[in-house]
């Protein structure tokens, strides 16, 4: 097994299409362009062989390194510590707030901060999963990658108008990937910009010319930080998850994807590695409730633009009524074509194949997404995002199809590939989304065929506290027919479903305290108990622990949610990224970083600050009642 960068030893930068993933040794292992869900350029985090890398580092073995972000930025600060000085590796990429480009800028600057060094630069990319060769023209000015159908980098240097030439920077090329080794004395400044869509080769780049692009991103990332009106607790934890939420969502649409990568494994060198870059229903009508919270009702709106597209999608398209008018997940363009793929040639992250394009799951029927639509759409209706007309027409097929199909077994939250089941929390979803869409007729006197949803709301409500309530668990479990727990279930006080203080309720958060619980992580549900139709484990949930944390202080266990919140702080990455799960020792496994994680981490931290200050139960479960900024 070849030597891989972990997980968590990486930051993210972005522009807003697209992002990287640096690693703490100053390699750029992750990228792809021109859009997150494009193919790779970069690579090495699944294959070191054949992904491609960009990797600047010292030129020496005796170093150690240290990362973080320039505070209140998406700037990246590499610093690597050797016996001859100290050096520094800033990485970034020019914001872009128009509309969707083929043209992406990552800029990589070196700087000598005490002493004398020399960088080693390596730029070895590999067009589409390495599946395209390529050639390269070193110039004085840089480099310039010509793939085969057309695509391109440059590499261009930036240096000083009255550099010496024993300054200069010299590339060498071989085997299409390029190399350099720059020297620097404490005070010099240097570096490399990348180009995805060059007008032509590599041109010469001025330090003035990459100052000022610096000082322009991080007046974005300031500003944009500015705007958040949480004051509360934790507040550079928050603001870090906000950012990458932000680097998380592609601006020309609004989407927000799950995460930035592919086949990042559950467990190491097992099978449950999926391809993340891709815009879920779910996540996304999650993170409305977090971005009104911080009070960044713009990005909120963008989704909720984004949604209604879909939901106009799915009323234009509609011809057969036995299918879900909804897709679980599309691309960030809107578009649903998510074919599933193996990369056999990769390698994959520590042997954990197959390594997966595309997504399977994209086809599976998941009744719940109708209710996370429904309350972020009811929740931006009262926060100043109301519905159109037509928009209401739309909604109204939708829920009517839901009063046909709620009662019919699904594939669950969990994208099991195991067959469907009568799913709790799919019937749990269903029931928030009739109730949001009667409380939208009611609350604006729209048309809607009131009392079929009411009769429907109210029977899904029955048949979970018949069916979905175990009587000998004492619990709430997973579906009708197994006694399985399911970490999904803690959002049940959440959305108004039962009170917290319910004796039901609490004997179901008791339960998942013996058996999902682990150190105050904790799991989605046991896979040996509740086959998935997957082979191996996986860790625990970041999501389902930061919404343990809410269930407890709801119910009343604050000082117990208090610590399971600050312990799960420490499970973080060196900069507050967190991955889909945590492995057994505290390692990050899946995905990196994964929106879920950080909305979670959000809403959390805002409902159990609110509560710490003003007493338990202040935090409203329905929308119109969440927790606001002082």
């Not at 390194?65 to 610093?79: F, K, M, N």
Request: proline share 5%; net charge negative.
């Amino acid at each position: 097994m070849k030597t891989f960068t972990l997980i968590g030893a990486h930051g993210l930068v972005g522009d807003l299409q697209t992002s990287a993933l640096v690693a703490t040794d100053g390699t750029i292992d992750w990228f792809c362009s021109p859009r997150f869900d494009s193919p790779s350029v970069f690579a090495s985090l699944l294959d070191r062989e054949r992904g491609g890398l960009f990797r600047i580092a010292p030129d020496t073995d005796s170093w150690e390194s240290q990362q973080l972000y320039l505070p209140g930025t998406a700037v990246l600060i590499t610093r690597f510590l050797t016996p001859d000085g100290v050096g520094e590796v800033v990485d970034f990429m020019p914001v872009i707030e128009g509309a969707a480009t083929d043209r992406h800028r990552l800029v990589r600057l070196m700087r000598v901060v005490r002493g004398q060094m020399r960088f080693v630069v390596e730029c070895r990319p590999a067009f589409d999963y390495g599946r395209k060769s390529h050639h390269v023209e070193v110039s004085g000015d840089g480099a310039t990658f010509h793939a085969d159908g057309g695509d391109r980098l440059a590499l261009s240097l930036v240096r000083r108008p009255d550099a010496a030439p024993s300054e200069q920077v010299r590339l060498t090329s071989e085997e299409g990937a390029v190399r350099a080794e720059v020297t620097g004395q404490v005070g010099d400044t240097g570096g490399i910009v990348l180009d995805t869509a060059p007008d032509g080769s590599a041109q010469r780049i001025t330090v003035d010319e990459v100052t000022s692009l610096f000082e322009e991103t991080c007046h974005f990332w300031r500003t944009w930080v500015a705007r958040s009106q949480y004051r509360g607790r934790w507040r550079e934890h928050v603001e870090r998850s906000a950012m990458t939420l932000k680097l998380l969502t592609y601006r020309p649409t609004g989407a927000l994807i799950a995460a930035p990568t592919t086949g990042l494994p559950e467990q190491a060198g097992g099978e449950r590695n999926w391809d993340y870059r891709y815009t879920w229903v779910r996540d996304g009508s999650f993170s409305v409730y977090a971005l009104l919270g911080l009070g960044y009702t713009r990005e909120a709106d963008g989704f909720l633009r984004w949604l209604a597209a879909r939901v106009d999608d799915a009323a234009a398209s509609a011809t057969d009524r036995d299918t879900s008018p909804l897709k679980i997940m599309y691309r960030v363009d809107g578009s649903s074509d998510l074919t599933e793929e193996v990369l056999d040639h990769f390698e994959g992250w520590r042997d954990s194949r197959p390594v997966r394009i595309g997504n399977g799951a994209s086809d599976q029927l998941q009744l719940d997404i109708y209710g996370e639509a429904m309350d972020s759409i009811r929740l931006g209706d009262a926060h100043g995002m109301p519905l159109a007309w037509r928009g209401w027409q739309r909604i109204t097929r939708l829920i009517d199809w839901l009063c046909d199909h709620w009662d019919e077994p699904d594939d669950g939250i969990w994208e099991t590939r195991g067959g469907r089941k009568d799913f709790t929390y799919g019937r749990l979803m269903s029931w928030v989304a009739l109730d949001r869409a009667v409380r939208l007729a009611t609350d604006h006197a729209r048309p809607a065929d009131l009392a079929r949803w009411v009769s429907t709301r109210d029977a899904i409500l029955l048949q979970i506290m018949d069916r979905g309530w175990d009587p000998g668990r004492g619990a709430f479990v997973q579906h009708y027919d197994t006694q399985v727990l399911d970490a999904a279930l803690l959002y049940m006080p959440l959305v108004g479903f039962i009170p917290p203080q319910d004796p039901m309720w609490e004997s179901t958060l008791r339960a998942m305290d013996g058996e999902l619980v682990s150190d105050s992580l904790v799991y989605r549900y046991d896979p040996s108990a509740s086959p998935d139709g997957l082979r191996g484990s996986e860790g625990t949930s970041s999501m389902c622990t930061f919404w343990y944390v809410d269930a407890l202080a709801r119910s009343g266990r604050l000082d117990e949610a208090r610590l399971t919140f600050e312990k799960m702080l420490t499970y973080g990455n060196h900069l507050g990224l967190y991955a889909e799960e945590i492995g057994p020792t505290g390692e990050q496994l899946g995905n990196f970083p994964q929106a879920f994680s950080h909305l979670a981490l959000i809403t959390a931290a805002m409902n159990l600050d609110y509560q710490i200050d003003h007493g338990v139960g202040t935090v409203g479960a329905l929308p119109g009642e969440m927790w606001r900024a002082p």
